[in-house]
């Protein structure tokens, strides 16, 4: 049974850009989350989506977004990036909406130059 | 926001120690999670508890919710190499979102 896919697994890009993440998750898994990892706040939520609608939203800027397809595929996306937003960001899935556990994929390593 | 105070933040062991590591909040939760995650990874799932007071084992690894639902802690038991990594607890009240500790990095001397 595949894991849960993450692309690109590296990005690097410069301040003002913006990026597009993409998350397929485990097959069957409907709901999807994002989160945010540096070494200074940890792992953050950033958000939810279960059959396409964003269900819960963490404290991020109007900056981050993300959408979810028919498919349960799953994207985020980050505008006028800014240096801090160099992380590693990770998609988790789950068949329920989180209550037996998520299952994260291995992330993208985003750097912002 | 919601966070959670995980220790300690890392350990040095000999290989075949036990290992303990514990989690607080002021919050209570419904769900706790213990994750671990390897470098260039993400988190994978060790063990999840669901009811106040439950213990858990998986292998050589046990964890508890606390009684209050406001704390948890992780035991591993005769430590081997590849228990190296980072170890991370995870509180959940809405169905939808976790909230982490900072995490409990493990190095383990042959």
């Known amino acids: 049974k595949a894991g849960v896919t993450q692309t690109p697994r590296y990005l690097i890009k410069t301040r003002g850009q913006q990026v597009t993440l993409s998350c397929s998750p485990i097959?069957?898994?409907?709901?999807v989350s994002w989160y945010q990892q540096t070494p200074g706040q940890g792992l953050q939520f950033l958000f939810e989506y279960f059959s396409e609608t964003q269900r819960n939203k963490g404290n991020f800027p109007g900056r981050f977004s993300g959408r979810q397809f028919s498919n349960s595929r799953s994207e985020m996306n980050v505008s006028t990036l800014e240096l801090g937003d160099s992380a590693l960001y990770l998609c988790?899935?789950?068949?329920?909406?989180?209550?037996?556990?998520?299952?994260f994929g291995s992330g993208t390593r985003l750097t912002v130059v | 926001g919601q966070q959670l105070n995980q220790s300690p933040q890392s350990m040095f062991i000999q290989e075949g120690e036990d290992v303990s590591m514990n989690c607080t909040s002021s919050s209570i939760f419904n769900t706790w999670l213990w994750y671990k995650q390897e470098p260039g990874e993400g988190p994978v799932l060790l063990i999840a508890l669901y009811k106040a007071g439950e213990l858990t084992s998986n292998g050589r690894l046990t964890a508890q919710f606390g009684i209050t639902r406001k704390d948890s802690f992780l035991n591993i038991s005769a430590s081997i190499p590849s228990d190296v990594g980072i170890y991370f607890c995870?509180?959940?009240?809405?169905?939808?979102?976790?909230?982490f500790g900072q995490g409990t990095r493990l190095t383990i001397n042959p």
């Open positions: 097959s069957g898994h409907r709901s």
């Open positions: 995870a509180g959940q009240l809405e169905a939808q979102k976790l909230v």
């Open positions: 988790a899935s789950s068949p329920s909406g989180g209550l037996y556990g998520y299952t």
